[in-house]
């Protein structure tokens, strides 16, 4: 190598090194990451934080704080919104049914000052169980009221019935029904003898991945891929979903608390699965002196943890909420043994996440894997964050 060439060669290697050095690794842009979901609202306020579908939610719900609501009111308002849009598959009207074509419900609420929780599982044509679990803490001396009798005590209180089950709903529940089994009676998309209206025939290719729909999908496909609520994994052009909101609240640091879960559950679940959203101490907790923490992802999981009141327990013992609920995510997965649970790195194979806000202001949200956000409104505004992540 000619003489003059090497600075110029040395300085490449140099700079090189530097930016070895300096570049972060992929532990360090975890960490980094996490870090900056350890933050805490400067200004002061209420802070209303819900899944990565509760935007309007915790706008919603931080605007009633803010002229005075009780913090359980303001969030069983913000989450309505989501329950009352057909879109979002995951909540309330257009949610995904059971294995029967049914859309049932799961919701519980708990009022921190007073201490008070109220839950129903398993409801049916009524679009926003939150609203009756608060009334089951707020009318009765019972924690949780399921199946036909939660339906009478939300007709007893006026709340309308009506189908929750969206064309686009159906259209999967189909899809799902039909993939059963080739040799029943109803027949597979690529068994069909007449064309799908407004779909080319060669469409739906099974997902190589199994994590997302096919090419040539329907806009309804790419639709529930987006959305931002959902735990979804794709077999066969088929969706199978969890997705839920979860939304809490602090009126002010030091002020009180409230917490929400409200979802449709497992897609294509057994009639009468109730999830860890009606939980007390798994898909929600809220104690007014710690902080308020829920969950979504797969219910079975956070239920066998007690997963919303772990991270309300590591977060009294100190803990950041983001802390908290990688705590709980560990948890879970050193609990979870079952093969047909785990991937190749003996890692839980399914998502759940966790999302807290402590009485301090504080707040942050822990998932096991995935580009998710969560949904936060302080006197900085509303806005998505980042959720950290235990694994990649
Ligand atoms: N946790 C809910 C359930 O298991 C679903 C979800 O949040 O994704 O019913």
């Given at each position: 190598?000619?003489?003059?060439?090497?600075?110029?060669?040395?300085?490449?290697?140099?700079?090189?090194?530097?930016?070895?050095?300096?570049?972060?690794?992929?532990?360090?842009?975890?960490?980094?990451?996490?870090?900056?979901?350890?933050?805490?609202?400067?200004?002061?306020?209420?802070?209303?934080?819900?899944?990565?579908?509760?935007?309007?939610?915790?706008?919603?719900?931080?605007?009633?704080?803010?002229?005075?609501?009780?913090?359980?009111?303001?969030?069983?308002?913000?989450?309505?919104?989501?329950?009352?849009?057909?879109?979002?598959?995951?909540?309330?009207?257009?949610?995904?049914?059971?294995?029967?074509?049914?859309?049932?419900?799961?919701?519980?609420?708990?009022?921190?000052?007073?201490?008070?929780?109220?839950?129903?599982?398993?409801?049916?044509?009524?679009?926003?169980?939150?609203?009756?679990?608060?009334?089951?803490?707020?009318?009765?001396?019972?924690?949780?009221?399921?199946?036909?009798?939660?339906?009478?005590?939300?007709?007893?209180?006026?709340?309308?019935?009506?189908?929750?089950?969206?064309?686009?709903?159906?259209?999967?529940?189909?899809?799902?029904?039909?993939?059963?089994?080739?040799?029943?009676?109803?027949?597979?998309?690529?068994?069909?003898?007449?064309?799908?209206?407004?779909?080319?025939?060669?469409?739906?290719?099974?997902?190589?991945?199994?994590?997302?729909?096919?090419?040539?999908?329907?806009?309804?496909?790419?639709?529930?891929?987006?959305?931002?609520?959902?735990?979804?994994?794709?077999?066969?052009?088929?969706?199978?979903?969890?997705?839920?909101?979860?939304?809490?609240?602090?009126?002010?640091?030091?002020?009180?608390?409230?917490?929400?879960?409200?979802?449709?559950?497992?897609?294509?679940?057994?009639?009468?699965?109730?999830?860890?959203?009606?939980?007390?101490?798994?898909?929600?907790?809220?104690?007014?002196?710690?902080?308020?923490?829920?969950?979504?992802?797969?219910?079975?999981?956070?239920?066998?943890?007690?997963?919303?009141?772990?991270?309300?327990?590591?977060?009294?013992?100190?803990?950041?909420?983001?802390?908290?609920?990688?705590?709980?995510?560990?948890?879970?997965?050193?609990?979870?043994s079952a093969p047909r649970l785990l991937d190749g790195q003996g890692r839980p194979n399914f998502n759940v996440c966790f999302y807290a806000v402590s009485k301090d202001g504080q707040f942050g949200a822990a998932c096991f894997r995935g580009e998710r956000d969560f949904a936060v409104a302080t006197s900085a505004g509303a806005r998505l964050e980042r959720c950290?992540?235990?694994?990649?």
């Amino acid at each position: 190598m000619p003489e003059a060439t090497q600075p110029t060669r040395r300085a490449f290697l140099a700079a090189s090194a530097l930016a070895a050095i300096s570049a972060p690794t992929f532990a360090q842009q975890q960490l980094q990451q996490r870090q900056r979901s350890r933050r805490r609202d400067p200004g002061g306020g209420p802070v209303v934080i819900a899944s990565g579908n509760g935007l309007r939610a915790v706008t919603l719900a931080y605007q009633r704080l803010m002229s005075g609501a009780d913090p359980l009111d303001a969030i069983v308002d913000g989450v309505a919104i989501i329950e009352n849009d057909p879109d979002d598959m995951s909540v309330g009207l257009g949610g995904l049914p059971n294995e029967d074509g049914v859309v049932e419900l799961d919701s519980c609420v708990m009022h921190g000052p007073a201490h008070r929780s109220g839950a129903v599982g398993a409801l049916r044509n009524i679009r926003n169980p939150a609203a009756v679990a608060r009334e089951v803490a707020r009318r009765t001396d019972h924690c949780m009221i399921v199946g036909e009798g939660a339906l009478r005590f939300a007709r007893s209180l006026g709340f309308q019935e009506e189908n929750l089950l969206t064309d686009k709903a159906r259209e999967y529940w189909l899809r799902w029904k039909a993939s059963l089994s080739r040799e029943d009676d109803w027949l597979n998309e690529d068994q069909f003898d007449l064309p799908t209206p407004n779909k080319p025939r060669s469409a739906a290719p099974p997902s190589p991945s199994g994590r997302g729909p096919g090419r040539g999908v329907s806009d309804v496909d790419r639709e529930v891929a987006s959305n931002p609520a959902g735990h979804i994994i794709w077999r066969d052009n088929i969706p199978y979903t969890t997705g839920t909101i979860h939304c809490s609240a602090l009126t002010a640091p030091g002020g009180d608390l409230a917490g929400c879960t409200t979802t449709s559950g497992l897609s294509w679940k057994l009639p009468g699965r109730v999830g860890d959203s009606p939980i007390i101490g798994a898909g929600n907790y809220t104690d007014n002196d710690t902080g308020s923490a829920g969950a979504t992802g797969r219910g079975e999981a956070v239920i066998q943890i007690s997963g919303a009141r772990t991270v309300v327990m590591r977060m009294e013992q100190g803990d950041h909420p983001t802390d908290a609920c990688i705590y709980a995510l560990e948890l879970i997965a050193r609990k979870t043994s079952a093969p047909r649970l785990l991937d190749g790195q003996g890692r839980p194979n399914f998502n759940v996440c966790f999302y807290a806000v402590s009485k301090d202001g504080q707040f942050g949200a822990a998932c096991f894997r995935g580009e998710r956000d969560f949904a936060v409104a302080t006197s900085a505004g509303a806005r998505l964050e980042r959720c950290a992540t235990l694994y990649d």
